[in-house]
């Protein structure tokens, strides 16, 4: 069964960091584009990052360039987002998410809550 | 970048067709034919309706379609169902190769 699944939330205060990560089953992360896109609470979606199947095209939105760093495992055949110089702004849901392209995904997960606050 | 352009809510009765328009620039909708369609309903995670432009990825039914003129792509729902009723974000990938959405458009079926 193809699944994807995130853990690492949490509440973190303003300037801090946490790792996110994303477990997949069912394919091989290496094969696919894969994608983090988050929600702010009762807002739209924001594309934050993706890295092709070969890793060599790695891409951040403006908002999280130099703060935030996409990553996998290919043993683990995981996903991971490594955010650090968290804002209150940061604030989110964020969802891990496959593609076959880099313009389109079918498959996400659950999501897992980020909460940035003092 | 800026978000791409949705109305913030539309609304229709079941049986009618709903179109929800989603409105870029020459940097991303206008210059190529990469535009995505998402279904949300509360609390779960976005569902893909349509990928380039106008086509729909298995089991996803035919009542939904999407086409693009200029700087604008569409979203037509016919035959309209009570469980059609959801959040639907448009996306396109741009000249630099990221990925913007729109703002969300409600869709409220009568």
């Known amino acids: 069964q193809v699944q994807l699944v995130e853990s690492g939330g949490g509440l973190v205060k303003p300037g801090g960091s946490l790792r996110l990560s994303c477990a997949a089953s069912?394919?091989?992360?290496?094969?696919?584009?894969m994608t983090w896109i988050r929600q702010a609470p009762g807002k739209g979606l924001e594309w934050v990052s993706y890295?092709?199947?070969?890793?060599?095209?790695?891409l951040y939105a403006d908002s999280v360039k130099g703060r935030f760093t996409i990553s996998r495992d290919n043993v683990k055949n995981s996903l991971h987002l490594q955010m650090s110089s968290l804002r209150v702004e940061d604030t989110a849901v964020f969802y891990c998410?496959?593609?076959?392209?880099?313009?389109?995904?079918?498959?996400w997960g659950l999501g897992t809550m980020v909460t940035v606050s003092s | 970048q800026s978000a791409l352009t949705q109305p913030a809510s539309v609304s229709g009765s079941p049986g009618q067709s709903i179109t929800i328009s989603c409105t870029g620039t020459?940097?991303?909708?206008?210059?190529?034919?990469?535009v995505s369609w998402y279904q949300q309903h509360p609390g779960k995670a976005p569902k893909l309706m349509i990928f380039?432009?106008?086509h729909r990825p298995s089991g996803v039914s035919n009542r939904f379609s999407g086409s693009k003129s200029g700087n604008t792509a569409s979203l037509t729902i016919s035959g309209l169902q009570a469980e059609d009723e959801a959040d639907y974000y448009c996306s396109s990938y741009t000249t630099s190769s990221t990925l913007l959405f729109g703002g969300g458009t409600k869709l409220t079926v009568l």
């Open positions: 069912g394919f091989t992360v290496s094969d696919y584009y």
């Open positions: 998410a496959r593609g076959d392209d880099s313009d389109a995904f079918e498959i």
């Open positions: 890295i092709s199947p070969s890793g060599k095209t790695v």
């Open positions: 020459s940097s991303d909708v206008g210059a190529l034919h990469f």
């Open positions: 380039e432009v106008s």
